[in-house]
């Protein structure tokens, strides 16, 4: 019961209140004592979320006056119903654990309607169905292809990529390798209980967040990475031989960054400052800014996000990058390097940035990205940025969403 109870806390977190599934698990799961009791609440919730339309048309199916879209009993029902179509619970115990989750309410309502869907064999569809406004969007965007391959990438939760700060890891790991210093696993298990995370061998990074720090290369220059937590790609750029500065806003996410800074015994000075209002002693050689966003890329292992990335936040978001991408400039050095990336799917917060940027700015230009620089198979725009959709690498378990551009300070 603990779990299925942090699972509605969960949801309603999301789906009411429009916060990150991520940042209330700690507060959803607090008391749970076991780490797999933690992981069962997250698990329902994220399938709940991955399914939500299927689910919901499922429950109106069998219902004789539509409940409420923010009602208990559709919540609980979701929650029932997704335990017994998709993580295998029988299905007494799937009813039998949601039942006292509505607390005195349509208990009776509940526990027919999920009877009478449980008698018809009902199932769900395969793949998944994208919520309503999402698709739309994307389908206007992108076309019909792209929301297709959306809606297979979210049916399941995806690979795990591993970036290597030694190639003699990756034998240990057992994966799959896509890219030098790269390697997937499918199912890893517990990552803290993998060879090499003591010796700081590796960290976890989607294969799509691996690529705009490699855009930069190997360096002994100066680099500034911006908005730079947890660090993945701060890592990146210490092992690559940079002199790195970290910059972030969250000092708490600066504390993660210095956590994995430690562990993999690289070097990098971290600082806790607004990238807005923040300015470098001197020039860099090369800057990363991958910029605050809607995350609408990262939606196979946060499907939360398809229900908090409201067209006002895309723009809001939008404005932000404008504004930071504008301040990074400043810090590049003549002839050096600037790579702008967002875990975006939005053209608002990838293509129409970058074009409005290089019309106000003269003295950039784009450095295009090559083929020989990515995954085989991924192919760069003729505008020489770099746009991954969700059927980027899909025959080899896809990547996330993602958008990065390399330019050039010519003056």
């Known amino acids: 019961m603990p779990a299925r109870r942090a699972a509605l806390r969960l949801l309603d977190a999301v789906l009411r209140q429009g916060l990150a599934l991520d940042a209330v698990l700690v507060r959803a799961t607090h008391g749970i004592p076991r780490a797999s009791d933690r992981a069962l609440a997250h698990a329902i ?35 029932a119903l997704v335990q017994a179509l998709v993580l295998g619970t029988p299905q007494h115990a799937a009813i039998a654990t949601a039942l006292p989750l509505v607390d005195g309410g349509p208990r009776k309502l509940v526990h027919g309607v999920f009877g009478t869907l449980m008698r018809n064999a009902v199932t769900l569809p395969d793949p998944p169905t994208l919520p309503p406004g999402i698709a739309t969007r994307w389908q206007a965007h992108w076309g019909a292809a792209m929301t297709a391959d959306a809606a297979r990438a979210i049916a399941a ?17 057992r994966g799959e390798s896509l890219l030098p210093g790269h390697v ?25 967040a691996s690529l705009p720090a490699r855009l930069i290369g190997a360096g002994a220059g100066r680099a ?23 910059i972030d806003v969250s000092e708490s996410r600066l504390a993660r960054l210095s956590e994995n800074l430690a562990r993999t015994n690289l070097e990098a000075e971290v600082i806790a ?19 605050p966003c809607s995350a609408t890329g990262i939606f196979r292992r946060h499907p939360d996000v398809l229900y908090r990335a409201s067209l006002a936040i895309i723009a809001e978001m939008a404005g932000l990058q404008a504004a930071l991408l504008a301040r990074a400039a400043t810090w590049v050095r003549p002839g050096g390097t600037l790579v702008y990336a967002t875990c975006s799917l939005e053209p608002e917060e990838g293509e129409a940035q970058v074009e409005s940027f290089l019309a106000a700015q003269p003295g950039f230009a784009i450095d295009p990205i090559r083929a020989e620089e990515l995954p085989a198979g991924v192919t760069p725009h003729a505008r020489g940025w770099l746009r991954l959709l969700p059927g980027a690498l899909a025959d080899k378990g896809g990547c996330d969403g993602f958008f990065m551009v390399r330019m050039t300070r010519t003056a």
């Open 45 to 79: 919730a994220a399938e709940v979320l991955r399914r939500l339309p299927d689910l919901d048309a499922l429950i109106d199916s069998a219902t004789a006056q539509l409940l409420p879209s923010d009602a208990k009993a559709r919540t609980v029902l979701r929650i």
């Open 157 to 173: 939760p995806p690979p795990v990529d591993f970036t290597l700060e030694e190639e003699r890891w990756a034998e240990d790991l």
């Open 184 to 208: 997937r696993v499918a199912h890893p298990g517990s990552v803290v209980e993998l060879p090499g995370y003591a010796e700081g061998g590796w960290w976890v990074q989607d294969i799509a």
């Open 224 to 246: 500034i990475d911006a908005c730079a937590a947890p660090g993945g790609k701060t890592m990146q750029l210490a092992a690559a031989g940079w002199r790195v500065t970290a």
């Open 273 to 291: 400052a607004d990238a807005l209002f923040w300015s470098p002693e001197a020039p860099a050689d090369a800057v990363l800014l991958d910029a």
